[in-house]
């Protein structure tokens, strides 16, 4: 069975640090990996998505990597901002008849202050 | 807009009583899925369907049941079954693999509890 762990649990940072969010599963038959975030109270928007086939993804300041032989994937948030601060989840795909059936990590709160 | 929508945005369930729960969606996806989330847990998936009129059990199904007679909808009912349905559920649309846009699109969610 997968399981997907974040390390760590939480974060505070200072505005204007560099960051790195760490997420790890345990089964590397993925068929792609997403990073979410997610505001108090509300849903989660899709981030960033990088297929098994990828090592890495950028969208502004974000920059997601995979290395899928380690299960690892990791996401880089560069010059912080107060606004960044939210809760990131990560989560696999396995694909295939199970499409769609993602499994999450447990997430990572991130507080960015001024 | 697209997106997906859900509704009520606060629902509380008295011990005994069904619930249900909206998600419709306006993005022509194929699949739609529902998930529950637990205070400092991660998502975990409830039902999801591929297709109209087809619908598969996730990990934590039982207490819960679900329709897909429309594309657009896939309604979540908490049955009295369910024992500790306090949570915020999240429904989610998405398109299927090979589509070159195949992230999944969340709607606001629906925050559960019990009276």
């Known amino acids: 069975k997968q399981e997907v762990t974040q390390i760590p649990a939480a974060l505070s940072v200072p505005e204007g640090e560099n960051l790195v969010l760490n997420c790890s599963f345990t089964?590397?038959?993925?068929?792609?990996l997403q990073w979410f975030r997610q505001d108090p109270g509300k849903g989660l928007t899709s981030l960033l998505l990088?297929?098994?086939?990828?090592r890495e993804q950028t969208s502004g300041r974000l920059n997601a990597s995979l290395d899928k032989s380690s299960g690892r994937s990791t996401l880089y948030i560069a010059a912080s901002q107060p606004g960044d601060s939210a809760t990131y989840l990560c989560?696999?795909?396995?694909?295939?008849?199970?499409?769609?059936?993602?499994?999450f990590g447990q997430g990572t709160i991130l507080t960015v202050h001024p | 807009d697209g997106g997906i929508t859900q509704s009520p945005k606060y629902l509380f369930r008295k011990e005994g009583q069904n619930v249900t729960l909206s998600c419709e969606q306006n993005l022509n996806h194929d699949a739609m899925y529902w998930y529950r989330q637990d205070p400092g847990q991660g998502l975990r998936l409830i039902y999801y369907s591929q297709i109209v009129n087809d619908f598969q059990k996730g990990d934590i199904a039982e207490g819960y049941s679900v329709s897909r007679e429309k594309k657009e909808s896939f309604p979540l009912t908490v049955t009295s079954a369910q024992k500790n349905p306090t949570a915020f559920y999240l429904c989610a649309s998405s398109s299927p693999p090979g589509h070159s846009n195949e992230k999944l699109f969340f709607g606001s969610g629906t925050q559960l509890s019990v009276l």
């Open positions: 989560a696999v795909n396995a694909g295939g008849t199970s499409y769609g059936k993602l499994t």
């Open positions: 089964d590397s038959a993925i068929y792609n």
């Open positions: 990088i297929q098994s086939s990828q």
